[in-house]
């Protein structure tokens, strides 16, 4: 299992910036509290926007498996590319995996074995309307495979009416036809089972589909058919990942706060946050793999917990504002501020043991001669890296500045999928102690809407005039 060490975010340990043990006392407010949040969220599960607590479990689990892998099987080596149109909730968690369980060079391997074929293909997740961003996979892709026969195209929406997916999706629908490439062999989509623009474009056009599970919102997604199928089709352990997360689930519903690791997160971080200031929330992984796994949390944290309104309408500005860093990289860009900096700051360090560097760990040689760094040689980069990760948190520590250690045994499919399932039940603990609702998100639609109305698209023009309007030119630039 993840461990959760949380003792540096205590009085004793970094003074008045800290949560009063007193407060953890088994009998006291916060137990009694906790208690009834734990109730309210076992019965609330399953129901509305809490279905994606169910993916790992019958039916949704078996459902999904038995529509991805016979897919994944049948398209095995057939094609050396696979690109996935996204954005958000619908790119960040098959970013996350990928990062995570495959190599960082995965995309540089041959794309053929000796056998003339490749078991896995190259991933490329296309989360922007960035035109050289997206030309530049296209033309790679078609670099090796100029008439797209060998890349397969999984676009993810669950309406089919998001304007980055949608006009991704229309480029790419126009580029097969023009090379002959008939859609049902090189297009995978992720949506709406029963109704939406994609799901009707789905069905006149017969693309090969994968449902977006109803009362699963985006962000909840990466354990659905919207993560999985990317992630079998690039080798991933995809019952590995619903397997850590079942796992996760008992923990995370215990009714004592003290032995349940997200009801104590989520108390530490809104307890820091609205109580000592500590508004902001950095996430430090110390391996590269974990480190788009803080992509994935960050827009998790912050769309389900900054709200206006609480649930009663009364305006509160809630939320907090996630943010990433890599060990040991931003020991030497961040920490400076970190430590010298506000403190307004709780720190979640994430780290994978010694044990879990095994099969990849690289010994640095004997015999340099150097007296300076002698102190080095025969040691592991395993062994400095950690040394770096505790050596941080002490200094941390000494500067008076709350943190936790999440620490993973190993780096795989089962651990990931716990982490996804213990952050997410976190995020619902934290949105019941900040009395919001976590699972809407209405700041973002005016931006959508703004964009239709800027894009033309019918029924939208006040959007148009009133965006006209906020920024129309101003004497307030500089340069020609």
């Known amino acids: 299992m993840l461990t959760l060490d949380y003792a540096n975010c205590l009085s004793d340990r970094v003074g008045p910036h800290g949560v009063d043990p007193a407060d953890l006392d088994a009998s006291g407010e916060a137990r009694e509290a906790l208690s009834g949040l734990t109730r309210r969220l076992n019965e609330s599960r399953g129901r509305g926007w809490e279905r994606w607590r169910d993916l790992h479990r019958d039916p949704m689990r ?9 897919l994944v099987e049948r398209m095995r080596g057939k094609f050396d590319n696979l690109v996935v149109l996204g954005i958000g909730g619908s790119a960040l968690g098959n970013i ?21 074929k490749r078991s896995a293909p190259r991933l490329f997740i296309v989360d922007n309307v960035d035109p050289y961003y997206f030309s530049s996979v296209l033309e790679l892709c078609q670099a090796t495979d ?11 929406s669950k309406s089919g009416e998001t304007a980055e997916t949608a006009a991704q999706f229309m480029v790419i629908r126009d580029l097969l036809k023009k090379h002959g490439r008939k859609g049902p062999e090189h297009v995978v989509a992720v949506t709406d089972p029963a109704k939406g623009t994609m799901r009707q474009i789905c069905n ?25 199928f ?7 352990d995809i019952e590995g ?8 689930d008992e923990p995370t519903t215990r ?26 929330h950095v996430m430090m992984p110390y391996a590269n793999g974990l480190y788009l796994l803080a992509d994935w949390f960050r827009q998790l944290w912050a769309e389900s917990l900054g709200k206006k309104s609480d649930l009663q309408g009364d305006t509160v500005y809630a939320g907090f504002t996630p943010i990433k860093a890599l060990g040991t990289t931003d020991q030497h860009s961040q920490v400076q501020l970190y430590r010298e900096g506000p403190n307004d700051k709780v720190f979640c360090f994430v780290e994978l043991e010694d044990a879990g560097f095994a099969s990849r760990d690289v010994r640095i040689p004997t015999g340099l001669g150097v007296e300076a760094i002698a102190y080095l040689e025969g040691k592991s980069m395993a062994t400095l890296l950690n040394a770096e990760k505790r050596a941080t948190e002490y200094a941390l520590l000494e500067s008076q500045r709350p943190n936790f250690t999440i620490r993973f045994p190993k780096l795989d499919a089962f651990h990931v999928g716990q982490f996804i399932y213990l952050w997410e039940m976190v995020t619902a603990y934290a949105g019941l102690l900040l009395n919001i609702d976590a699972y809407d998100q209405p700041a973002v639609e005016l931006g959508k809407q703004a964009t239709f109305g800027l ?4 029924g939208y023009e006040k959007h148009l005039r009133a965006v006209n309007a906020a920024l129309a030119p101003t004497g307030y630039v500089i340069g020609s």
Do not use: W
């Open 62 to 70: 078996s459902d999904h498996l038995g529509a991805i892998k016979p």
């Open 96 to 116: 996350a995996l990928q990062g995570a369980l495959n190599p960082s060079t995965y995309n540089l391997h041959d794309p053929r074995s000796a056998a003339g």
């Open 146 to 156: 100029p008439k797209l026969e060998r890349t397969l195209f999984n676009v993810i």
């Open 204 to 228: 006149s056009e017969g693309y090969s589909t994968l449902p977006v599970p109803d009362g699963v919102g985006g962000r909840f997604s990466v354990l659905s058919p919207v993560g999985l």
């Open 230 to 236: 990317s992630a079998a089709m690039c080798g991933i």
């Open 241 to 248: 990942l619903l397997d850590g997360a079942a796992s996760m």
């Open 255 to 280: 009714d004592n706060f003290l032995k349940n690791p997200a009801a104590m997160i989520a108390f530490l971080l809104v307890e820091l946050g609205t109580r000592k200031g500590k508004v902001n």
């Open 455 to 458: 894009m033309g698209r019918a």
